[in-house]
Each structure stands twice: as C-alpha cells, then as structure tokens.
C-alpha cells in the first residue's frame, strides 16, 4: 500500500470510529438512561467489535472516550446508593476463536511472555441476570449493592438478606471480605412467577433477567423473597487477608464459607480446551436451569490479574465469549428517520411484527446509508434478522431471491424530517446531520434528555415523555429552564401536580429531585453539556487533569488550550476541536455562565492509593522500559493515583527515562523537569522489580 492509499485508509477509518462512536453512545444512552432501547444485544456487540477492530487497526486513532469503555447506569434515586470500594467492570467480548486466541496473545504481549507459554485460565457460564456486590465485616453481611454505574450502586442490603441460601453470617471468614456474583431467577421459578401474574392480570416478564432485576430491586424486601431469586458469586473486591493464590481456588474457598458457587467453574491451559468448554456448554445450554450468554474466561493467576489491570470498562485479564444470537425472518415494511441530539440522522426500519425467542419485535436500527447499501437493503426486502437480548433485532442479510418487483431503493433524505433544515454530509463523515442546530426541535430535546439523564445530572421523574411534552409546552426549552421550574409552576394557573398522570407526591419530587441535582461533579457537569466527542471517559479525564470548573473553563478559553489539552494522554485532536468550537459559540458560553449561577460544580477528588508517593503527580513515561511494559507501567502509575501524561510540560513532575530516550527526555531537561530512570522509578513506587 503506498503513500497516499495509507492515508485515505486511516482517514476512512477515523470516520468509522466516529460514526460507530457516536452511535453507540447514542445507544448507551437509550438502554442505560431511558430505558428504551432500539437495537439488540446482538446488534450493540456488533457495533462494538467493529469498533475495537477498526481500534486496534489503527491504535493511534484509539481514544480515552471509547463508548466500549462504559460500565452499566447510573443507580435509582429510590435507593440509598452506595460507593463501590473498587469498580465493578463490565467484560469485554469475544464471539468467535480468532477472537480469544487474541485475548491470550494480548495477555502473553502485555506480559512479555513467551508465545508458547500457557496461561491457565478459568472458565465458567456467564449468567444472564443481575450483579451484585455484598461486603462482610467480622463475618457479618454490613452492605449490599447493585453494579450502578460501575462506581456507584443501589443499596439493596435487605433485598439479598431475603434471597434464600444467601449468608449474612460467616465463620471463619476473613475481617473484611466484599464478594460479587450475579442474581438470577431459575426457569421454572420464571414460569412459575408469570403464571401467578397472568392468573392475576397483572403485565409478565418478558424473560427470566427482566424477573430477577425487577425483584431484587424491590423496595419491600417482603416482594423478594416470595419472588424465589437465585445466586452465584464468582468473585471479589476486598479480602483483608488472601484465601488463595489463583482465581479457581479463592472461588473454591468462598464456596468453602458457604456461598453458592457455580459447579460447572474449571480450568483449562489451551485454546483447545477453551473451544471444547464453550462448544459443550453451548450444547448443555437449553437444559441448564438457568439462562446463560455465552462463557467467562478469567487468567487464573491472581498475581498476573493485578499486572494486567483494566483498560476503562474491563478488566485485562478476562473476557466473555458469547452465544450466537438467535435469528428470525420478516420483512421490511418501511425507513424511518430519526434525528439524535448532534443532528445525526439515523435511519430504521419498521418490520412486520415478529417472534424471536418470545419478544416481539418491530424495528431495527440501519445505521446510517452507507450499511444500507453494503446489505443492499431495500423497502419491501425479505430479510433474516437476529437478537440476544429482548430488545430490537440487528439485520443480518436480505433475501434477495425474495425482493419484490415494487421493491423501493433507500433515498437519503436532503432534509430534517424534523424541522426541514438541510441534512448534509461531510466528506469525512459516514452520518448525515441536520444543520438546524438548537433550532431543530428533535436536537434541542435530545439535549434535554441527555442533560437530565443518570450519568448526566440524574433528575429523576424526567423521562422522554415527560421532556417532550414540557418542551413542547414551552416550560423548558433551555437546561436552565430545569432550575426555575418550580417557581414558576408555583405561579401558573396550570400547576404541575394536576397534570395528568401526576399529582402532589411526584410533583414534590420531581422538584426535590431538581434541587438534588444542583449539586453536581465536575465529570458529571462536563458530560452533561452534550459536547461531541466528550463521552463519560472524556469527561473524566477533563475533570482529573483541570479539577474545578474554574479552571476547566479558563483553559478552554485560553490561547494555549488546544496544545494543554493534546498533552493530556488520550485526548487527541478531535476532541480539541470539539471543544473549541463548543467555546467559540458565544450560545454554549452564555448557556455555561447561567448554568453556575443555579450550579454548585463540586471539584474533581481522584481516587488515590493510600501512602502512594506519586498520589496526584504527572508523569511522562519515554523510550524502551526493560523491566516493564510501558502499557503496564501507565496502567500501574494510575492505579497509585498518578496522571500519566503524553508530553512533557511544566507542570509534569516525573519523567521516567528508559533505553533511547528521545526528544521528551530533551524537552524535560531543557524545562527542568526531574528526570529518573526506570530502576528509579520502580523503587520510587515500592515495586520489587527494580
């Protein structure tokens, strides 16, 4: 490939990113904030593995942002929540061999291990249900907690004292000890709990997960335990003193202390064994009790779990394989267009009703008009669809052999189906756009919706319904609208509570819930603005390097801002122009100062390890690392609390040296930084290698 067929292959790919980017999180914030989702399981992994794919193609495009960095939703306002002592990840996936024997040489190149060492690894069935976190003090179930965000979680203590077999007492155990598993609800206990509901004309569950979230996350503990839940753990957070040295024998010693532990957990030390564990529990899969998705492979060696660390979602040490998703044939009736809250127009298709593994399903996301043509899809087309969860399907392929003869070609619009705007593409764009801006009715409440949704500032009691008809009322147009809602309504001759489907109680907390939210974290604030590109993981890293909303906005309108933010690791180009053009609108300015005038911004605090010497420093890290991989060595150097920079400045603390040290070593030098050496560095941070 030559010069130029280089570049327009990169430059290609960096719009796929985008595109797929912005479209998962469009999705993330369907299923995760509105409980609405539009596409499958099956068709959200396909996004993402198109995108890890195009990621590690081009590693230099890859960014901190990710949307395959997300961790579940934020937690209900109906429970307490609960700070998780260490995040509770999510897992990256695999869907076929060529997939985990890349996990392994991943593991074997991150560890420098040799190409033909084995890595003994545990397997295990991955449960379709509800995870969970349960922490014991002096043998004494304290607290237990839903996965959340990932951070933070609902309190649902009393809720698992309810499930049957689960321990609030131990002995022998150790002082401290924080275990994680998942709650499920067996398949006869599923069929049971719908008759009962059918016989009472009460709605049914539409699968066994639906149950056993909807159970668990009751707040009458009473409702739990009649519900007949079920649990495994398969995991840990905290143990004061070690029960083991691998992942299988810690697993066998909290079954030991009387958790429920999956019996069909073994370990295995090749590919092979790997393939010959999925494929048989593929086939035992309709006969199992339980609901599973695929297969969990963890690196059993603890020792080698806490070198490999985790990316932003998951940890490196493990993956889940998943089952193939199960396929139906229907037709498509018609392509609608919907308009996201960037103008991003995304067209789907409304399909005659079908069965696919007892959901009926209506609609189908197609992307954009690129992947249209790619399937050559049209109106009328007889197509296979498929999905893994009970949300829409994904398109597989057309039966062409079907089409009809009035079969109708897809035609891109040129307008807004919204508010008639011109819809555009750009060269280096696969998505079209509505150029209405904050003028198009569809993109200023998609904004609504994303500033109020839970990983935003989580205003309960705001759903889309709720948005759409205050927006179009006129009773909030404008996030800042949100904040001078209930002095209004206090004057209106319509008051809120006597509305339709409202009344005093949510009234009153819809309101409560609005003052909750004017308290609100940097991270959180940053994200909930709608910026392109500034996914969670954005915001975060923005939020770490600044700390304070002063400080963020001061930098952002300074002359040096695009060359601060590019010295931030994982910030690249796209998310500085992004960022600019927010700041050079003087509408997002003006929004921004009203919004702190209603906001208490609370500063970024980064998680630190405790007595960690470099707990707040900026280290750059340059040249050939002998004794450990330079992944590793950011990974580690942010697990103590540090920030890991991509270029040397004034404000970085550390550069760390290795073997043919380039121009960074020239720059902290000519800068004054203090430089060390790799040796240095490991005995800086207590690690025995150096």
Known sequence: MNAASDLFARENAAQEIAALSDSIRAHDMRYYQHNAPTISDAEYDALRAR???????????????????????????????????????????????????????????????????????????????LSFSARYEKGLLKQAATRGDGEVGEDITANMRAIEGFPTQLSDAPEVLEVRGEVYM????????????????????????????????QLDPSVTARRKLSYFVYAWAELSAPLAATQYETVVALGGLGFHVNPRMQ????????????????????????????????????????????????????????????????????????????GALTPVARLLPV???????????????????????????????????DVIPQVVEVRLAQRPADAMPYMAPVHCPVCGAHAVREADEVVRRCTGGLTCEA?????????????????????????EAFYREGMVTSP???FTLESRDSQSLTRIKNRDGWGEKSATNLFASIEKARNVGLARFIYALGIRHIGEGTAKLLAKQFTTVEAWQAAMQADTMREELLQIDGIGAKVADALAEFFSEPHNTQLLAQLLGYLNIEPYAPPTASNSPVAGKTVVFTGTLEKIGRKEAK????????????AVSKKTDYVIAGSDAGSKLKAATELGVTVISEQEWLALIGDTRG
């Open 355 to 389: 069965n696919v593994g007892g959901v009926m399903v209506s609609n189908a996301t197609l992307h954009n008009e690129d992947e249209i043509a790619r399937k050559d899809i049209q109106i009328g087309d007889t197509v296979v669809i498929q999905r893994a969860g």
């Open 51 to 129: 995108l890890e794919l195009l990621e590690k193609e081009y590693p230099e495009l890859v960014k901190v942002d990710s949307p395959t960095q997300r961790v579940g939703a934020a937690p209900s306002e109906a429970f307490s929540k609960v700070r998780h002592s260490k995040p509770m990840l999510s897992l990256a996936n695999a869907f076929a061999r060529e997939d985990v024997a890349e996990f392994l040489a991943r593991i074997r190149r991150f560890l420098e291990l040799e190409e033909s060492a084995d890595i003994t690894l545990v397997c295990e069935p991955k449960i379709d249900g």
């Open 186 to 217: 067996c398949k006869h206990d599923f069929a049971a709990l719908n008759a009962t509901r059918a016989e009472a004309g009460d709605p049914l569950f539409a699968n066994p997960r639906n149950a056993a979230a909807g159970s668990l996350r």
């Open 480 to 482: 800042v609208d949100l």
């Open 635 to 646: 990974t580690q150097a942010e697990s103590l609390g540090a920030k890991v920079a991509s």
């Open 267 to 342: 370990r295995v030390s090749t590919l092979d064994a790997l393939m010959h564990y999925y494929e048989q529990l593929g086939e035992q899969r309709a006969g199992l009790g339980y609901d599973i998705d695929g297969v969990v492979y963890k690196v059993d060696r603890l020792d080698w779990q806490v070198r490999l660390g985790q990316v932003a979602r998951a940890p490196r040490w493990a993956i889940a394989h998943k089952f193939p998703a199960e396929q139906a044939i229907t037709v498509i009736e018609a392509i609608d267009i919907q308009v996201g809250r960037t």
């Open 443 to 467: 993109q200023a409440v998609e904004r609504l919706k994303h500033f109020v949704s839970r990983d935003a500032l989580d205003i309960d009691g705001l759903g889309d319904k709720v948005i």
